[in-house]
């Protein structure tokens, strides 16, 4: 946890995941809109794969430097 590449990879998974989920709940609203930076975006059919698609890799990315010892 101490390792500095190892927040590097995380943060932007939590970033992903934050948005993810916005996505996500978006789906139930009136007009199935998210903001991002302020910005109101009306939700296309392919964001939420890509999100989750994005998101999946980079939680994996942190995994696998956290399970695989540096030689």
């Known amino acids: 946890m101490s390792d500095p590449l190892f927040w590097v990879l995380v943060f932007p998974a939590l970033a992903v995941s934050g948005l993810l989920i916005q ?12 903001k991002l930076r302020g910005r109101t975006i009306p939700l296309k059919w392919w964001m939420i ?19 695989l ?3």
């Open 23 to 34: 996505m996500i709940l978006s789906l139930f609203s009136c007009c199935a809109t998210f």
């Open 49 to 67: 794969p890509a999100a989750g698609a994005l998101c999946g890799l980079l939680w994996f990315l942190a995994v696998l430097y956290v399970l």
């Open 69 to 71: 010892p540096a030689s």
